[in-house]
Nanobody, 119 residues
């Protein structure tokens, strides 16, 4: 099994910044893609950003230029630096990791961390 533990959520004023972190632990051979998704009540979970093991990234259009995803492969940790936050960024943010377990890639999810942006 793989455990993903997120940290860094909280309350911030519009225009402010937050950095989320997600550390993976457990039994796995390696981790391929990692990413962040977010969800608000009544809506589907949506992609925020993803990053490959080699560092290639992709972002949702709504966060391009404001959010930066990065990872530390040695620590099995992915980060999401969020700047110029907007009230529309308020959501529960979930970390995901594609871990190779017994030669099979499996997607794992964190428990989520709440981000609230006040206007």
């Amino acid at each position: 099994q793989v455990q993903l533990v997120e940290s860094g959520g909280g309350l911030v004023q519009a225009g402010g910044s937050l950095t989320l972190a997600c550390a993976a632990s457990g039994s796995f051979a390696s981790i391929n893609d990692m990413g962040w998704y977010r969800q608000v009540p009544g809506k589907q979970r949506e992609l925020v950003a993803r990053i490959t093991r080699g560092g290639r990234t992709n972002y949702a259009d709504s966060v391009k230029g404001r959010f930066t995803i990065s990872r530390d492969n040695a620590k099995n940790t992915v980060y999401l630096q969020m700047e110029r936050l907007e009230p529309e960024d308020t959501a529960v943010y979930y970390c995901t990791a594609d871990a190779v377990v017994l030669l099979i890639p499996v997607a794992f999810w964190g428990q989520g961390t709440q981000v609230n942006v006040s206007s």
